[in-house]
Every structure is written in structure tokens, then in C-alpha cells.
């Protein structure tokens, strides 16, 4: 047994659902909750009574470690006792698909499921085979821990099966059911669901932006359209958006001047914004991420240029992640994973994340971002021959220095001869960008029309 080593996953042999019948266990654990000998007693006799060779001794064992998985997995206390969360899988044993989906849940959000599923998903998309021991590495590399041997990934994939998460007797991820148990299975917030298109894509729009300090309602304004699709009033703004998200209590705006040829009015979030849009989203990647990451998401991009430069390369390279996911988030796209994380291999030079969007139709965008003073060739080629292998259909290089001439030569070839697009943000780009966030949009309707023109066909 496995349970004096230290563990970051809850330790689960024997409590498993290829050796033990979870509504049958919880019926068991409220008949002897309290009762630590009797309860494994129980379970000796239910499951083990023909195992252990026949040594009783070898059964209690058994018993016992089934025992010490509940506790692990947060369905008793020391003592046998049912929890509160035991108690709610206790209340709908009889319903097992709900039974499953909420064990399911708690291991993703509660006992680090979600940082093992994102770990497999990196090592799948890096081309890695998943086994206990290279889980147990590239665990380590995150920051969790595992004993030597144990199968504590294993006897969690196996919960998360019976929730749907992992297919039969693989590792391979079902991203639907995933998102369906974490909830963030839905396009937008419950907070958005009163509001116009036009008006839920303004408020998202200026949420991504991360910005505090007023700004001008007609960037926020071009921002969202850009980025959402939807077509907003030439007149009359503040009556077609900006007064129902007033009264809402979602922003603030005034009108910089008065009379005509003024100046547009400013807009300001508010505290409530934030705990309704940008909160959510924060919590739904903290069980994903880093937290020193998440920390440095909550920064203004002022800030996380200025880490870039910190002596400290495992926090200039998490800054460096910092800045692609503040970058895509302004453009409203949604995160699947980070390609490459260890720090070390690139002195926190690079950091490769994977983004989609399933706005009009499904897009998957590769992100690289170098804090090097130039892009080459050979870092635009590398990019475009995972492509294939990563079925992305954007390759965004962001550099926090120069885009080599013969960078941007070979990336236009790519476009003109396959349907990729290539996009290539540089300093002066992130500078504009951290002036005005809403710029980006700018930015990314140049490479556009770049893009559009290396493309004319003759027909």
C-alpha cells in the first residue's frame, strides 16, 4: 500500500469501479458510518471474500485500502462516516448516470482530475504515449505528485469513464462530456442570457479586454463586431446598448464632451461585471492552469509585458503564456491546451497554446509566442508542420521583438499555396495592443486582408 508516500491524487486502490459497486458501497457506508471495523468488514465480505489468496488477513487488507480510497475521494471521514458530499451521492444511488456525472465533477474540480486530463491532453498533443510512468513525469513537471507505482491516475480514469470523460479503456478524452460536467458547456454566461446578441457581444467584448479604466464606447463597439459577427446601430448607441447594460449594473458610461463633434462616450465596468463574466471564466481555468498563471491573468497587459523581462525564467515564461491567452481572449476565443511547458527546454523563451472557436464555423488557431528579439523561417516552419498533426487551420506567431523578413516571405507562401492562414503579431503590435486593447482587432484585420489578398483565385 501506497498511502505513507506523499500524493497529490487521491490514493484509490481497490476503490474502484472494476472491483466494487459504488451505490451498493455508499448503502454499506451509511449502514455502518461510524463503525471503521465494521465497515470493512463489510466490504470484506461484499468484494474480497475470495481474494487475498484466501487469507483472511490479505482480505482485510483489501478492505481496508477500499476504505481509504472513500476517504481519499472525500465519500466518508475518518471515523466511516458518509460526508456531505457522500450523503449526495448517497441521496441519488439509484439514479447512477447522475450518480457518476456528480463523482465525476468532484474529482475534476476537487482532487485535481482536471490538471491529469489536461496533462494527457498536452502529452497527446505532443505526440507522447500515455503510461503510468511518463503520467508520473510530466505530472512531476506541473507540480504534482504521485507515488512511484501507484495507480492513482488509473483508478481515477476509470470514475471518469463511468462519467463519460475517458472512452472505454483508453485515455482518449471526450471534450463534450468534459466540458458538459465542469460546466462550461454553454456559449455564454447565464448573466448574458437577458441581454440583445448585440448587447451580450459588447459586454463579452469589453470583459475580454481586462481593462478597468474608462474607454471609448465606439472601440468596444468595433471590437465586438469584429470579434462577434454582429452588426450594431451607426446612431444611438447608448439607447440600443450602453443604458440597458447601465441598468444592469454592468458599466458606467458619460460623454466626454458635449455638443457636436464630440468626443464618443467613455465606458466603464464595473465591480459587477466582473464578478458575473470575467470571475467564472477564471474559475473554470483554475482547475487547468497554473494559479500563478491564473494570477498573472487577472493583471493588465502593461504588467505582464513588464514580467517578461523578470530574472525569474519559470515566471517569464508563464508570463509569456499570460500574454497569448489575454491576446485570445480579446478576440474571444476559447482554450484547449498548452503544447509545451517545460520551462526549462526553452529557458521560458517560447510557449505554444491551442485555442478554438466555433463562431459561424469551427476554427482551431495554434498560438506560438516568442519573447525573442526575431521570428526565422524555421520558427514559422516548425509551426506549419504541426499543423497537420494538431488539425489547426490558424497559426498565430506573436513576437515581443521583430518578424524576420524571410519569416513573413515563407509564411505568405504557405497561404497562397494551402488554405492555412498565418497571423504575425510583433512588439509594435503588442504595444499598440497594450495602449488599447481593442486594437488587436486592427492588427488581426491586417493579417486578414494579407491573407485574403495572397488568396485571390482566378476563376
Not at 372 to 382: G, M, Q
Not at 440 to 449: G, L
Amino acid at each position: 500500500m501506497a498511502t505513507g508516500q506523499k500524493s497529490d491524487l487521491p490514493f484509490g486502490s481497490e476503490f474502484s469501479p472494476s472491483q466494487v459497486n459504488l451505490p451498493r458501497l455508499l448503502d454499506l457506508a451509511d449502514k455502518h458510518g461510524g463503525d471503521q471495523k465494521a465497515l470493512q468488514d463489510a466490504i470484506r465480505a461484499e468484494y474480497f471474500a475470495e481474494h487475498g489468496g484466501g487469507s483472511v488477513k490479505n482480505q482485510q487488507t483489501l478492505a481496508m485500502n477500499c476504505r481509504l480510497g472513500m476517504r481519499a475521494y472525500g465519500l466518508i471521514d475518518d471515523m466511516a462516516t458518509l460526508t456531505e458530499f457522500g450523503r449526495v451521492l448517497y441521496d441519488i444511488r439509484s439514479d447512477e448516470a447522475n450518480l457518476y456525472d456528480k463523482l465525476g465533477t468532484h474529482i475534476l474540480l476537487n482532487l485535481k482530475g482536471m490538471a491529469l486530463v489536461r496533462c494527457i491532453q498536452e502529452m497527446t498533443i505532443a505526440g507522447e504515449r500515455v503510461t503510468l510512468d511518463a503520467l508520473r513525469h510530466a505530472l512531476e513537471e506541473r507540480g504534482i505528485h504521485f507515488p512511484k507505482g501507484g495507480k492513482h491516475p488509473s483508478m481515477m480514469r476509470l470514475w471518469l469513464e463511468k462519467a463519460g470523460v475517458f472512452a472505454a479503456g483508453s485515455w482518449r478524452i471526450n471534450e463534450a462530456r468534459l466540458r458538459a460536467l465542469i460546466g462550461a458547456d454553454s456559449d455564454e454566461f447565464a448573466a448574458l442570457a437577458r441581454f440583445t446578441p448585440e448587447q451580450r457581444a459588447f459586454l463579452l467584448a469589453l470583459a475580454n479586454c481586462g481593462v478597468t479604466a474608462p474607454q471609448p464606447a465606439n472601440v468596444i463597439r468595433d471590437l465586438a463586431a469584429a470579434t462577434y459577427g454582429v452588426r450594431f446601430p451607426d446612431k444611438n448607441l447608448p439607447q440600443a446598448i450602453l443604458n440597458a447594460l447601465r441598468d444592469a449594473g454592468y458599466i458606467n458610461f458619460t460623454k466626454t464632451t458635449s455638443g457636436r463633434g464630440g468626443k464618443p462616450m467613455e465606458v466603464t465596468p464595473t465591480a459587477k461585471l466582473r464578478s458575473d463574466l470575467v470571475e467564472p471564466l477564471l474559475n473554470q481555468l483554475k482547475n487547468q492552469l497554473d494559479p500563478k498563471l491564473i494570477a498573472l491573468l487577472t493583471k493588465p497587459l502593461d504588467d505582464i509585458l513588464t514580467e517578461l523581462d523578470a530574472d525569474d525564467k519559470y515566471l517569464a515564461g508563464l508570463a509569456l503564456e499570460a500574454l497569448a491567452f489575454k491576446l485570445m481572449r480579446i478576440l474571444g476565443m476559447d482554450y484547449i491546451a498548452t503544447r509545451l511547458r517545460n520551462i526549462s527546454a526553452t529557458g521560458g523563451a517560447e510557449v505554444d497554446l491551442i485555442f478554438h472557436s466555433s463562431r459561424l464555423v469551427y476554427s482551431r488557431w495554434q498560438v506560438q509566442c516568442k519573447n525573442t528579439a526575431r521570428v526565422s523561417l524555421d520558427d514559422v516552419a516548425k509551426e506549419v508542420g504541426l499543423t497537420h498533426f494538431l488539425k489547426s487551420t490558424v497559426i498565430v506567431m506573436v513576437s515581443t521583438g521583430a518578424i524576420g523578413e524571410d519569416a513573413r516571405r515563407y509564411a505568405n507562401k504557405i497561404m497562397q499555396d494551402s488554405n492555412l492562414c498565418v497571423v504575425m503579431i510583433d512588439r509594435q503590435d503588442l504595444e499598440a495592443i497594450k495602449e488599447n486593447p481593442a486594437s488587436i482587432a486592427d492588427a488581426f484585420k491586417r493579417e486578414a486582408h494579407n491573407a485574403m489578398t495572397l488568396k485571390n483565385i482566378d476563376l
